[in-house]
Nanobody, 123 residues
Framework: QVQLVESGGGLVQAGDSLRLSCAASGRTFGSYTMGWFRQAPGKEREFVAAITWTGDTTWYTDSVKGRFTISRDNAKNTVYLQMGSLKPEDTAVYYC????????????????WGQGTQVTVAS
């Protein structure tokens, strides 16, 4: 089992920045991808960003490219999502997840999920 705990969410104004963290514990895989997803009220969960085990390859959904940066610190078993130029449409619960494989944006391929952290962007 892998436990994931997100933190860093909150209420911010449009244009502000916020950094989310996701700490992993428990069983560790030989190589795994970590991803961030989000779910707004009444909408399906959507892919935001993912990063490979080595951290040298990342993938972003188009709507956050240039504004969000995913990174990881394997020594701390932590992945980060630095969010900038936030918009009201970024408001959602943000989840981190683990996939035992390469980069992928499909939620059901991720085996373990955190409980989520709320990000609210006021206009």
């Amino acid at each position: 089992q892998v436990q994931l705990v997100e933190s860093g969410g909150g209420l911010v104004q449009a244009g502000d920045s916020l950094r989310l963290s996701c700490a992993a514990s428990g069983r560790t895989f030989g190589s795994y991808t970590m991803g961030w997803f989000r779910q707004a009220p009444g909408k399906e969960r959507e892919f935001v960003a993912a990063i490979t085990w080595t951290g040298d390859t990342t993938w972003y959904t188009d709507s956050v490219k240039g504004r969000f940066t995913i990174s990881r610190d394997n020594a701390k078993n932590t992945v980060y999502l630095q969010m900038g130029s936030l918009k009201p449409e970024d408001t959602a619960v943000y989840y981190c997840a683990v996939h035992n494989g390469g980069l992928i944006a499909v939620a059901h391929k991720y085996a373990y999920w955190g409980q989520g952290t709320q990000v609210t962007v006021a206009s």
